[in-house]
């Protein structure tokens, strides 16, 4: 049974929010996978990099595919200077473009010093 608290917060942006507690076994780290900026604003509803999603979808519709730099950024970042510090060669970091290839994020791709995997041209 939900407590009263619990209650309050099913319809929600928490309900998007890792709810874990200590006696639970954590679930798989893909399927908790939220942008480092995602966060519940202060009309309750779940906000991606300063954007209410709830808004994004009433301007351009569902289903809507969300970015957030920050989160891009920083991974392009960790994962560069970790092979910089890790690793005792030349190394170069490959995004993978078929995850995603469009114009924007190959500018920030490119921007963080990161390489493309391209396997056909198109």
Request: aromatic share 10%.
């Amino acid at each position: 049974m939900l407590s009263t608290e619990d209650r309050s917060l099913q319809n929600t942006g928490h309900r998007y929010l890792p709810q874990i507690t200590s006696l639970e076994i954590p679930p798989s780290p893909n399927q908790e996978l939220m942008p480092l900026t995602a966060k519940v604003n202060s009309n309750d509803s779940l906000e991606i990099g300063g954007c209410e999603l709830k808004l994004l979808v009433e301007q351009f519709g569902s289903p809507l595919y969300v970015l957030d730099e920050f989160t891009l950024r920083t991974a392009c970042r960790q994962y560069r200077d970790s092979f910089a510090t890790y690793y005792p060669g030349e190394s170069q970091v490959i995004y993978a473009s078929k995850a995603w290839s469009c114009l924007a994020v190959c500018r920030i791709i490119d921007s963080e010093g990161l390489g493309f995997d391209v396997v056909s041209g198109g």
